[in-house]
């Protein structure tokens, strides 16, 4: 499959008109528990659309739940509390279990994802099982330490994979710059069926409205609006943007989308 050519056309390209083949695998590289729901209704979309859909999260995410939230403040508690919150996320989005993995790599003190070849391995192994032709990961410009470990982690590993592969780098709210190369939008029935989904991790949603007076569903939702805003014409109410890396075989760093425009 000609992955330039599919996703090819005059940017930002309108993900909701692309004909995606039904046989091309999407895994979405998640550094923590809820980055896949933050783009929850690209990833419906192309479940919609018979594509085989996994989800890989790197991270437990415990050091995002604070000592006040449930009985106990200990690290395994934190990671418990983050994974089942996930776990029902998709059992709400309608993934099945057996596409989701909690990969639980080596953290640093700090909770986030540790750079060391043994966690590349794991992920590598990962790749190999799944062997995605097109993976979402938040993009590598952002102020998190663990989206910019993860991204750097799996560049090494697209650029070696030996067969082609994109990556849909999707931006979120603490994303510093980004080119829209493509954009999922949608309305306000979609908006509300996601909110539901983001508010499954309860942990986040109090943590946000503790810190930032409102929820983790407004927090993303309010990108999703700035996002729209940005687009040159439709005028949707909201959208999810990504950024185009392509990895053709023995291609070694990827090429930008603007590259092959």
């Not at 993860?150 to 080119?179: C, E, H, Q």
């Not at 190369?181 to 508010?199: I, N, P, Q, V, Y």
């Amino acid at each position: 499959m000609n992955l330039v050519k599919l996703f090819g056309g005059r940017r930002p390209i309108a993900l909701r008109r692309l004909r995606v083949p039904k046989a091309l695998t999407l895994l979405y590289l998640a550094p923590h528990p809820d980055d896949f729901d933050a783009v929850g209704v690209t990833m419906r979309w192309f479940q919609e659309n018979g594509n085989s859909l996994h989800l890989a999260i790197a991270t437990s995410g415990a050091s995002g739940v604070e000592d006040s939230y449930g009985s106990s403040a200990s690290w395994q508690v934190k990671a418990d509390i983050r994974e089942r919150e996930q776990a029902a996320a998709c059992q709400f989005f309608g993934l099945d279990s057996s596409r989701v993995t909690f990969l639980r790599i080596e953290e640093d003190r700090a909770g986030h994802p540790a750079d060391t070849e043994n966690n590349l391995e794991i992920l590598h192994q990962h790749f190999l099982n799944v062997h995605p032709d097109i993976v979402c990961l938040p993009h590598g410009n952002d102020s998190n330490t663990g989206h910019q470990r993860i991204y750097s982690m799996f560049r090494r590993l697209a650029s070696s994979a030996g067969y082609p592969l994109v990556a849909l780098l999707n931006r979120d709210p603490k994303t510093l710059s980004m080119r829209i190369d493509a954009c999922m939008t949608f309305g306000k029935k979609d908006a509300e069926w996601k909110g539901g989904l983001l508010r499954f991790h309860q942990s986040q949603h109090q943590r946000n409205l503790n810190v930032r007076r409102h929820g983790f569903d407004d927090r993303i939702l309010m990108v999703n609006r700035q996002i729209a805003g940005e687009l040159p014409s439709g005028k949707p109410l909201y959208a999810e943007a990504f950024e185009l890396e392509f990895f053709p075989p023995g291609s070694g760093p990827g090429m930008r989308g603007q590259d092959l425009t």
